[in-house]
Nanobody, 124 residues
Framework: VQLQASGGGLVQAGGSLRLSCAASGRTLSSYTIGWFRQAPGKERQFVAVIGRRGDPTLYADSVKGRFTISRDNAKNSVYLQMNSLKPEDTAVYYC??????????????????WGKGTLVTVSS
């Protein structure tokens, strides 16, 4: 499966962005989908994950209450709604697909496919 993340951009602190992860090649409904991010000079970090049918969902503590992950299997897409953005959210955001559980992927395990990232820059 090929994944492509989009929707990144430059936003002021407190603003919102909605990222999309579109899939081609295979149906996305077969996979658990996660969002990860990597800031310059830092290690990759788990952000959110969603199960094949839309649940369960898990979030990193740093984004809980601000970000929402969702999916539309009919459109073969997964989304990450990001509200109340902070400068520390600045990073390249990647979506990943796997057959592992949401719990496993939240611990950075079990991702089989990665998309090209999309850059999110939050200015203060």
């Amino acid at each position: 499966v090929q994944l492509q993340a989009s929707g990144g951009g430059l936003v002021q602190a407190g603003g919102s962005l909605r990222l999309s992860c579109a899939a081609s090649g295979r149906t996305l409904s077969s996979y658990t989908i996660g969002w990860f991010r990597q800031a310059p000079g830092k290690e990759r970090q788990f952000v959110a994950v969603i199960g094949r049918r839309g649940d369960p969902t898990l979030y990193a503590d740093s984004v809980k209450g601000r970000f929402t992950i969702s999916r539309d299997n009919a459109k073969n897409s997964v989304y990450l709604q990001m509200n109340s953005l902070k400068p520390e959210d600045t990073a390249v955001y990647y979506c990943a697909a796997g057959t592992a559980t949401t719990q496993a992927m939240s611990h950075d395990y079990g991702m089989d496919y990665w998309g090209k990232g999309t850059l999110v820059t939050v200015s203060s």
